[in-house]
């Protein structure tokens, strides 16, 4: 079962850097638009010496990948080297695509490449992959020196930008920075949004009856919490349930069937994990800098 589960994440790595190398040769090399990170230093390099994007990204992630290798073990750098490998291998394959390219449009260029760079992305990051860069750079540079990881991307993202303002023109980075905040969104999305949940807090004055509806019904655990009321001075138990988007309106259903004059508020739960939820996938995806106490 392990083994199999160790095969699909690296299918699935595989399969995020497809869809990150489609975003690049159907919607960045056509436009000649850049982006941050070090593949954004080699479609720059691209765009002004013709040097082929894949073999330059990998020869330029040779050091952090030897890196890798010193500092999580042959085991732990597996993943991160198939990721480098198979993004540099298909963003080559893939080079031919950009004559297909769907639109000329830098707004529309920048919202789509955006778009399939962030699932891309995500579906690499949530098996435990990555496709090296400045993300394992700055893991490198924070490892030898303490600085923060997201400052030091940030500083080199602004040096890549800069350099492509210079040596293309300001218009394509301003481009670049509304994909970037796209691609953001969408590794977020893939990240969390697919495993979101909602809790809701439950007052009622049947709140063993709605507990029991709860329980029966759904099949979730329901905890209850002491509260009491400032201005009435009464203490009242509340009822918590957490459970996926779906489940809210039976939740708000069994609710009110049992009690009409209940007080529910639903909220986001940003992450959840734990058993009955995803707590096996939480482990397993889980990266291995992820787990280390000085990262």
């Known amino acids: 079962m392990t083994e199999m589960r160790n095969a699909l994440a690296y299918v699935q790595i595989a399969l995020g850097t497809l869809v990150s190398a489609l975003a690049i040769n159907l919607f960045l090399v056509p436009t000649q638009l850049p982006s941050g990170g070090l593949g954004g230093l080699m479609l720059i390099m ?8 894949g073999p330059a990204y990998f020869v330029a992630n040779i ?33 031919p695509l950009s004559v297909y390219a769907p639109t000329q449009n830098l707004v529309l260029a920048a919202i789509f490449a955006g ?12 098996v435990g992959g990555d ?6 750079y ?15 991307m940030l500083g080199m993202d602004a040096v890549i930008l800069g350099f492509g303002a210079t040596m293309l023109s300001v218009e394509p980075v301003l481009f670049a920075l509304i994909m970037t905040v796209v691609c953001s969104y969408c590794v977020g999305l893939v990240q969390d949004g697919l495993n979101s949940s909602r809790f809701v807090l439950i007052i009622s004055e049947q709140v063993d009856l709605v507990g029991t509806a709860l329980l029966g019904e759904l099949k979730r655990g329901v905890t209850r919490l002491d509260a009491r009321g400032e201005y009435t001075g009464k203490s009242r138990p509340v009822l918590m349930v957490v459970v996926s988007p779906p489940e809210v309106m039976r939740v708000k259903r069994l609710v009110l ?3 009409p004059e209940a007080f529910m508020m639903v909220s986001d739960a940003r992450e959840v994990s734990g ?12 990266p291995y800098w992820a787990a280390q106490s000085g990262d």
Not at 77 to 84: C, D, M, T, Y
Not at 131 to 136: A, E, I, K, L, P
Not at 138 to 152: K, P
């Open 131 to 136: 496709t090296g860069g400045n993300s394992t």
């Open 63 to 95: 050091p952090a990948i030897l890196w890798l290798f010193k500092v999580k073990g042959r085991q732990g750098a597996v993943k991160s080297l198939w990721g480098i490998a198979c993004f540099s291998l298909l963003v080559q394959v893939t080079a």
């Open 275 to 286: 058993r009955g939820f995803t707590l096996e996938h939480e482990l397993r995806r889980l």
């Open 115 to 126: 778009a399939l760079l962030g699932i891309g992305t995500g579906l690499t990051l949530v």
């Open 138 to 152: 700055a893991r490198m540079i924070r490892h030898y020196t303490g600085l923060n990881v997201s400052t030091v």
């Open 257 to 259: 069937e049992t009690d």
């Open 46 to 53: 691209n765009y002004l010496w013709q040097i082929p994007v």
